[in-house]
């Protein structure tokens, strides 16, 4: 009995010393290093303030406290920084890539240009929940969702997979309502301007994006509609797609559509990275969100964190992947026809 309680002994102090050993390693890979953040989007914008929000707090809670550098990486609705963070970014846990929610979904609606396999990724986690909405101005053609029947609305969007093209895409060819999209804007901050100066009525955004344009609080833009079936909480009388007359099939392909939108603002990091410094990156990233200096910053800048673990990212592609092929190609064809026009 006694020889196996000194068995017993050995191996637990054998795995403190392992796990002490492996911690060191990784202090000592990181001490003196930096970590890339790209931004798959220009400055200005939500994704921009999250990425410089984790750039100014992340070295606190990282081994070998490395210096933190975020880095605009515009392009195709954040495909660009994707595509670069799977195929030509460090392995070692030096990069991470803040990316569109709707950019993992890409391969699997079609898309040539998503060179990556979304299940691949690390995904580090997501710092918040958001929701899409229409921001139009009160003095453009359409003020109500039921118009959209009828009336033209002109939207100014990014590109590929971004919330700002794929949100009115389906809302024009899966669900029949009368909307112009003018893309190739970098990011929020061009789309809004674009509004401004009259380019376009309005244009798909988050919501918290939405709360810091000056629009809706000198009565200049309104909100036209929410991008969930069920409504937001914090959304006030704003329809969503629920308001809209669906048939069984459009309404699984909504589902199936919005599934993105529970991945938040994925933050990921190339495939093949150590699991020490993976797991050191996803403990520094929580860490650094929870803590209360980090929300203080994020709350002076209109950000609400509300994180999402990797498993929850990982399980909502998984829930992409178990959908029937027929309504996954619904919205493959509405896609692909919409990058044809």
Same mark, same amino acid.
């Given at each position: ?237 704003? =329809?969503?797609?629920?308001?809209? +007359?669906?048939?069984? *099939?459009? %309404? !699984? &392909?909504?589902?199936?559509? $919005? #599934?993105? /939108? ?7 990091? =190339?495939?093949?990275?150590?699991? +020490?410094?993976?797991? *050191?990156? %996803? !403990? &520094?990233?929580?860490?650094? $969100? #929870?803590? /209360? ?49």
């Amino acid at each position: 009995m006694r020889k196996l309680a000194q068995v017993i002994l050995f191996g637990a102090v054998m795995a403190a010393s392992t796990h002490a050993a492996r911690a060191d390693a990784v202090e000592d890979y990181f001490k003196g290093k930096s970590i890339t953040i790209m931004i798959g989007y220009g400055a200005g914008g939500s994704d921009d303030l999250w990425a410089r929000l984790l750039g100014r707090h992340m070295n606190r809670f990282m081994p070998g406290s490395p210096t933190v550098v975020p880095q605009n990486v515009p392009g195709a609705g954040s495909l660009v920084a994707a595509n670069q963070a799977f195929k030509t970014a460090p392995k070692d846990g030096t990069v991470m890539a803040l990316i569109n929610r709707g950019v993992p979904f890409e391969p699997l609606l079609g898309n040539k240009a998503a060179q990556f396999d979304p299940r691949q990724f690390n995904y580090i986690g997501s710092p918040d929940r958001d929701t899409i909405v229409a921001f139009v101005r009160t003095d453009g053609p359409v003020q109500k969702l039921s118009e959209l029947r009828n009336k033209e609305l002109i939207v100014a969007a990014t590109g590929s997979g971004a919330d700002s093209l794929t949100y009115p895409v389906m809302l024009r060819d899966l669900f029949h309502l009368k909307l112009r999209i003018v893309q190739g804007y970098p990011g929020s901050r061009d789309m809004n301007l674009a509004v401004e100066r009259g380019e376009a009525h309005g244009t798909f955004i988050s919501y918290d994006t939405a709360l810091r344009e000056p629009g809706l609080k000198d009565g200049t833009r309104r909100l036209l509609v929410q991008g969930r079936l069920t409504p937001d909480p914090r959304i006030k009388d704003v =329809p969503g797609l629920n308001d809209l +007359d669906l048939s069984p *099939a459009e %309404r !699984k &392909a909504a589902e199936f559509f $919005l #599934l993105r /939108a529970d991945m938040g603002r994925p933050f990921v990091a =190339p495939p093949g990275v150590p699991a +020490d410094r993976l797991a *050191a990156l %996803r !403990k &520094a990233f929580r860490d650094t $969100l #929870l803590d /209360a200096a980090t929300q203080e910053d994020a709350s002076r800048q209109g950000l609400n964190v509300s994180l999402i673990s990797p498993d929850e990212l990982m399980k909502t592609l998984d829930a992409a992947y178990r959908f029937d092929e027929k309504t996954i190609d619904m919205v493959r064809k509405t896609m692909q026809e919409a990058e044809k026009k």
